[in-house]
């Protein structure tokens, strides 16, 4: 499986135990096991998003950087740095 299909699979399944999540809370049940669904789900986030930059990089910024175009390259790197910042919120 490559990574894209990777990247899709970890927010289906985020999607899914989402609603899980969902009746959990709706069904008023144990704080902890709801609290582990919810730390699931946040690592499948994680992950994919790890993967998405992986393949950014590696291809959109890989790109970009071989670019004679140096307005090009500063605003690739700016918006590298934008996501990184967000992630570490």
């Known amino acids: 499986m490559d990574k894209k299909e990777q990247t899709i699979v970890n927010f289906k399944k985020a999607?899914?135990?989402l609603?899980?999540?969902l009746n959990m809370v709706?069904?008023?049940e144990y704080c902890i096991n709801i609290m582990q669904q919810n730390l699931a789900v946040i690592g499948l986030l994680k992950s994919a998003h790890q993967m998405l930059m992986e393949n950014h990089l590696n291809t959109c910024f890989k790109n970009a950087m071989a670019a004679k175009n140096d307005k090009i390259k500063e605003q690739m790197t700016e918006e590298i740095l934008r996501v990184i910042k967000l992630a570490n919120k």
């Open 15 to 17: 999607q899914s135990l």
């Open 26 to 28: 709706e069904n008023k």
């Open 19 to 21: 609603g899980k999540i």
